[in-house]
């Protein structure tokens, strides 16, 4: 828990801030510990954790600002500004409220005595297991400038990939939801008036064509039954996708797809070579660096093969071996590169090469994304409309042929 203090120095002056400590009494202790006689001292008020998960989510931290965080620190440290004062200094200069809470936060844990790396591990949502692991390993080795700036490079790499997964969405979804929309307003406000002019002339009415009439009545007299069923399943779906097994079965289904299928498997493998290779340089052994990278790439699917190739590491095995026997994820040509690499010693230069080759075929993609998916997508709601304009227009022919 988090204590706020006024204590006098020992040259007489009056400071106040914020300790972490188990009680009262051993926050007393260790100001007591720094030279510092305490005046007064009493718990934070915390936020509740339901507040603090809305902020979270209402402000956030996005992967750019955690990019710009990280480079502006190395700048300072490499300047030979202090730590405190490096933090400090990147907490002025940032626009997000919530981001700058938690840099406060790190530079209170600081002052208390935690290393950089320490403070950062309180904040899980902000900074990934792959920074803390960078930082630590910056701490120990001397050299946190040159770890931190790593970690500035790889995070604006992983968000530029994350944003090409985005900018590769946004065409079909934007195209469905459109499609959707216009279909619920045909099916709940035009078919209905059909409706009424085919029951009038009592025409012969094909069970296709009844079928489509039934479905439009019923949108239209219970729309508000057919908008909470399409909310649930849309609810649903997004609460079992978050679920292990539906992560799981939704990460495998992905890499299935066609046109989209092979991007997904491209991006998952540039961002496992491309983070893999920034702990390897950053002196993480191989073992710890593939369970890091595990929980970064993004993929239950790949996620359980890199953890068995630390398995296999840790026995004294490769992970080429591991990765050749799941073509699925890693093609043939990432695991004979990646053997080389075992074999020479250079694991960390080839998942570099690696990572560059599979970013490059990632902007193919993307590039030919909008060409590739417009047949479909035409071929879709195509089928879509026609059955809508076959089943309107066989009656309207009935009727035509019966004056």
Excluded at 6 to 16: D, F, K, T, W, Y
Excluded at 266 to 289: H, K, T
């Amino acid at each position: 828990m988090k204590f706020l203090y006024q204590a006098r120095n020992l040259s007489g002056e009056v400071q106040q801030g914020k300790i972490e400590a188990l009680n009262n009494e051993k926050a007393i202790a260790m100001l007591q510990e720094k030279g510092l006689l305490p005046l007064s001292i009493e718990k934070e008020k915390e936020t509740p954790e339901v507040f603090r998960e809305v902020m979270r989510i209402w402000n956030g931290a996005s992967a750019r600002e955690i990019s710009v965080f990280f480079r502006q620190l190395a700048t300072l440290i490499e300047a030979k500004v202090t730590i405190v004062s490096s933090l400090n200094a990147v907490r002025e200069q940032t626009s997000n409220a919530y981001l700058k809470r938690i840099i406060g936060e790190l530079v209170d844990n600081i002052e208390d005595g935690s290393p950089l790396s320490e403070a950062m591990q309180k904040h899980p949502d902000v900074f990934e297991t792959l920074a803390v692991s960078m930082v630590k390993a910056g701490e120990l080795s001397g050299n946190l400038q040159r770890s931190i700036l790593f970690l500035a490079e790889n995070t604006e790499k992983n968000y530029e990939l994350s944003s090409k997964i985005r900018s590769a969405m946004f065409y079909p979804i934007f195209v469905l939801s459109a499609a959707l929309i216009i279909g619920f307003g045909t099916f709940a406000f035009v078919l209905p008036k059909l409706t009424d002019v085919f029951k009038d002339l009592n025409v012969d009415i094909p069970w296709y064509t009844s079928m489509l009439m039934d479905a439009s009545a019923f949108i239209n007299r219970y729309w508000w039954v057919t908008m909470s069923i399409i909310i649930f399943i849309i609810l649903s779906t997004i609460y079992y996708l978050r679920t292990e097994d539906g992560k799981r079965e939704w990460d495998s289904f992905k890499m299935k797809l066609p046109v989209i299928g092979p991007l997904f498997q491209y991006i998952y493998i540039a961002r496992f070579a491309e983070n893999l290779s920034v702990l390897m340089i950053g002196g993480i052994p191989l073992v710890r660096g593939l369970a890091i990278v595990s929980e970064v790439v993004n993929s239950t699917v790949f996620e359980s093969v890199i953890l068995r190739a630390a398995d296999e590491v840790k026995t004294g095995g490769s992970m080429s071996e591991v990765f050749s026997r799941s073509s699925s994820c890693f093609p043939p040509i990432v695991a004979q590169m990646i053997k080389i690499g075992e074999d020479s010693g250079k694991i960390a230069e080839v998942l570099k090469n690696v990572s560059f080759f599979y970013s490059k075929e990632v902007d193919r993609i993307t590039r030919n994304l909008s060409s590739m998916l417009e047949p479909i997508l035409i071929s879709i709601l195509g089928v879509g409309v026609g059955f809508l304009v076959f089943a309107i227009l066989v009656p309207i022919y009935n009727i035509a042929g019966s004056i």
